[in-house]
T-cell receptor
Framework: DQQVKQNSPSLSVQEGRISILNCDYT??????FLWYKKYPAEGPTFLIS?????DKNEDGRFTVFLNKSAKHLSLHIVPSQPGDSAVYFC??????????FGAGTRLTVKP | DGGITQSPKYLFRKEGQNVTLSCEQN?????MYWYRQDPGQGLRLIYY???????QKGDIAEGYSVSREKKESFPLTVTSAQKNPTAFYLC?????????FGPGTRLTVL
């Protein structure tokens, strides 16, 4: 039962352009959402989060948008850089121990 | 400096052997977690612990065991009962809503 879905396994963008990574969830009890970045053979690194009381959170080149009615969130990276190439995981939490992760999207930023 | 450490980075095990993966944190976090990552899949929760001397099963606890005798430490034992133990294992800790991860241990069963 996948409660958090990242339907695009991979995404390729040109350096300097915008990267948009998408995530959908099914559990309406989720109220906190996170994005993690992961390089091969390393642990995920926390990138940015958003609480359900907001619809946008920005941190430098990274912006997360939340559409609660559609149960959808997205991560925008602009401008994209080659160092952003990694696997990005979306995660959702109901405030308790239950944090669910998507399968990840592999982003490749081409120079 | 603060963080989460996991050791070893790579671990090889013969079939039928138990093996213990280490996870230590000096972030003073109450909660700790073990996840497993397989290719093309998200992170799946094995066990978690909210406080010392207490832990709960996650979604895929069968074949695994844990202990939480100290706040800083949350070792995971992969037992011979685990049918498909070859994977990348990640430990995490949290104080509030955000989990922070260690570097991971790649376990290969030969």
């Amino acid at each position: 039962d996948q409660q958090v879905k990242q339907n695009s396994p991979s995404l390729s963008v040109q350096e300097g352009r915008i990267s948009i990574l998408n995530c959908d969830y099914t559990n309406s009890m989720f109220d906190y959402f996170l994005w993690y970045k992961k390089y091969p053979a390393e642990g995920p690194t926390f990138l940015i989060s958003i609480s359900s009381i907001k619809d946008k959170n920005e941190d430098g080149r990274f912006t997360v948008f939340l559409n609660k009615s559609a149960k959808h969130l997205s991560l925008h990276i602009v401008p994209s850089q080659p160092g952003d190439s990694a696997v990005y995981f979306c995660a959702a939490s109901d405030g308790g121990r239950d944090m669910r992760f998507g399968a990840g999207t592999r982003l490749t930023v081409k120079p | 400096d603060g963080g989460i450490t996991q050791s070893p980075k790579y671990l090889f095990r013969k079939e039928g052997q138990n093996v213990t993966l280490s996870c230590e944190q000096n972030l003073n976090h109450d909660a700790m977690y073990w996840y497993r990552q397989d290719p093309g899949q998200g992170l799946r929760l094995i066990y978690y612990s909210q406080i010392v001397n207490d832990f709960q099963k996650g979604d895929i606890a069968e074949g695994y065991s844990v202990s939480r005798e100290k706040k800083e430490s949350f070792p995971l034992t992969v037992t011979s009962a685990q049918k498909n133990p070859t994977a990348f294992y990640l430990c995490a800790s949290s104080a509030l809503d955000t989990q922070y991860f260690g570097p991971g241990t790649r376990l290969t069963v030969l």
